[in-house]
């Protein structure tokens, strides 16, 4: 297979900062302009992966940018342009210190609390009697902190505006915007045959209006279900099929690690890569209805490098 792109240090014009993220690899050109990178990095429970997947980066830059175009009457988005399968120019924002994370269902970090007997999700009260999985009767709203570093931590609204982190005015805007973006996000999984289970968007602000930044419903941000049989695995509890990283984490649970201290994250063999390669690029299919092909990748960091430089000097 071709060589995964795990770390880039690039040097645009006018470039006054690069942020290393768990996947992104973001350039801040002139406080004006965002050049991202989506590398192949993988993580999981907050933690950066050690051996990076082959063509993930560009799926995910692929998937977010079809999902930018096709939302952006509802609420203006940061992307200007893509000059390259794994790279987006866009608005240089100022983000919101939260994420918000909307649930259509009851499955992953969600059910592993209500398992422990939680019945209270980021004040959002649960009630007895579900199981893994299920349909909330309307969707729900847990927001989290953003973090800089390590995990990310489940927040209430209460929280969020006793603490300041975003004003009322803003918080309101940003329930709204995620509710209507998860219902069109929904519409469009259905064309697919798919469910759109749960998923988190991120906002900023620049020159005083909000702006949808980052990714948008793509398998890391993402949860999918297939519709076909859906009814029926709950029935027989049965474990649903599902487009969505989350293969990767319940690998990692069954080989013992969940990010917590003293965990050793399992051998990624090349056989393993692989099929995690083959999974992603079967979810750009799925979700996108798209065929997906391959960009050329002979020397990625030299294309990559070259066309975000033409495109920079055409702005």
């Not at 988005?77 to 909307?102: L, S």
Request: aromatic share 10%.
């Amino acid at each position: 297979m071709s060589k995964a792109i795990v770390e880039n240090k690039f040097q645009f014009p006018n470039q006054k900062g690069h942020y290393v993220g768990k996947v992104r690899d973001v350039y801040n050109i002139n406080d004006e302009y965002l050049v991202m990178v989506v590398s192949d990095r993988i993580s999981a429970f907050d933690v950066v992966l050690p051996k990076g997947v082959p063509f993930k980066g560009q799926v995910l830059n692929q998937i977010a940018e079809k999902f930018l175009d096709a939302t952006s009457d509802i609420v203006p988005n940061w992307k200007i342009a893509t000059p390259d399968p794994m790279v987006t120019v866009g608005h240089f924002c100022e983000p919101f210190k939260v994420e918000m994370v909307i649930r259509g269902y009851l499955t992953g970090h969600a059910w592993r609390e209500y398992k422990s007997g939680k019945r209270s999700l980021c004040g959002v009260a649960l009630p007895d009697g579900m199981v893994e999985n299920q349909k909330f009767d309307t969707p729900i709203l847990t927001p989290t902190t953003k973090a800089d570093v390590g995990h990310d931590e489940d927040i209430s609204r209460e929280e969020i505006l006793a603490q300041g982190l975003v004003s009322e005015e803003d918080y309101v805007a940003l329930e709204k915007y995620t509710l209507e973006l998860f219902q069109r996000g929904t519409e469009m999984a259905a064309e697919k045959g798919l469910i759109l289970v749960d998923t988190k968007y991120e906002f900023g602000k620049k020159e005083g209006k909000i702006y949808l930044i980052d990714e948008i419903h793509t398998p890391d941000s993402s949860r999918y279900f297939y519709t076909e049989g859906y009814q029926e695995r709950i029935d027989k509890g049965e474990q649903q099929k599902q487009l969505s990283k989350e293969f990767v984490r319940q690998w990692l649970i069954e080989n013992g690690f969940q990010g917590k201290d003293g965990q050793a994250i399992p051998e990624m063999t090349p056989e393993y890569i692989e099929s995690v390669s083959d999974r992603y690029i079967e979810l750009f299919e799925q979700i996108t209805g798209d065929k997906f092909e391959k960009a050329n990748a002979d020397d990625v960091m030299s294309r990559i490098e070259k066309n975000v430089n033409d495109y920079l000097a055409s702005m």
